[in-house]
Nanobody, 116 residues
Framework: QVQVVESGGGLVQPGGSLRLSCAAS????????MGWYRQAPGKERELVAR???????NYADSVKGRFTISRDNAKNTVYLQMNSLKPEDTAVYYC??????????WGQGTQVTVSS
């Protein structure tokens, strides 16, 4: 099993920044990918960004140029730096971990609210 714990959400004004963190623990060998999804009220969960073994990254078009995903392999932690936040970025953000198998794991979610 893999435990996934997120932190770093909160309330921020439009144009502001937040950094989300996600730490994976437990059976963390052979992690293929770590990433972030988000779900706004009344909408489906969508991929925000992910980083794959080897360092390749993918971003949703809506966040390209504003969000940056990075990973600390020694700490099994992935970060999402979010800049120039917009009200439409408001959502619950979930960390997602994929382990060889494949096996999928989700965090409990962290709320990000962008509002003046």
């Amino acid at each position: 099993q893999v435990q996934v714990v997120e932190s770093g959400g909160g309330l921020v004004q439009p144009g502001g920044s937040l950094r989300l963190s996600c730490a994976a623990s437990g059976s963390i060998f052979s992690i293929d990918a770590m990433g972030w999804y988000r779900q706004a009220p009344g909408k489906e969960r969508e991929l925000v960004a992910r980083i794959i073994r080897g360092g390749s990254t993918n971003y949703a078009d809506s966040v390209k140029g504003r969000f940056t995903i990075s990973r600390d392999n020694a700490k099994n932690t992935v970060y999402l730096q979010m800049n120039s936040l917009k009200p439409e970025d408001t959502a619950v953000y979930y960390c997602h971990v994929v382990r060889v198998g494949p096996h999928y794991y989700w965090g409990q979610g962290t709320q990000v609210t962008v509002s003046s």
